[in-house]
């Protein structure tokens, strides 16, 4: 992920039990009034472990506007689809990033698109192994939180590099029962897809043809609902989170089964 996002797991589905109850259409956040910044640093200062300095182990670059950033674990301990902030060593702007690698693997790893303009993601891009990056982390509540469940069938919904915490789940839980749903513009967006099973992933391309689906994660939704019982995650910009959201919940999904993260 490029840009911040915020860590919204418990307080999307909060918001959902509200408007459920109210019989609304429409969900809204119940931290409307707070700002975004103080609930997630709440948290944060919690969980994480702050003013780490880590050591990047190698850069690949999966297209001119995504790469991964490996750095050093150190023995940080982590849940998969957790968060942390990266920065260059001493430049003193870092941004929020989900986590990529799997909670057992023995580094970090951190999908990243390129912003135009970007300080953080421009400067990430040019790393070396060597380089110093400043690490705060892991924080967030977008997790599974019983992933050894047998009974239990998982619809991972994504944008551009929203696709990252889901790989994390998988990497860490490769018991798991999962379906996901990839929107991009371009196919060349579908980062790593060869790491999934064909039935597990399929593709939503609205500029080209070659994926599965010619359009938007919503259009493909409203004719290719879930199955009843999928517990639901969804990952990436807020306009898809509102539409799906809404789309799913029409569906017939429960609002207790709807777990969302907005990076932008």
Known sequence: MSGSHFPLYRHYRAAHAAVDKSGGSRYHFTMQNTPVDVLTLT???ATARLGLVHRVLRVRHLTEAA???RIERNDVPATAGQCA???VHGSGINREYSMYAGELDDYFEFLVRVVEGGQVSTELQRCQPGDQVDFD??????IIEQPRDPARKYLFIATGVGIAPYRSYIRSYPQLDYTIVHGVRHLSECYERDEYP???YRTCV???DGGDFRGRVSDYLRKQPPAPGTICYLC???AM???TYDILRAHGVPGDQLFAEIFF
């Open 43 to 45: 948290h944060a200062h």
């Open 85 to 87: 902030t990266l920065g």
């Open 206 to 208: 609205t500029r080209e």
């Open 236 to 238: 990436g910009n807020n």
């Open 137 to 142: 982390g892991p924080y967030g509540q977008f």
């Open 198 to 200: 064909p039935a597990r």
């Open 67 to 69: 790469f991964v950033v």
């Open 241 to 243: 989170i509102a539409e």
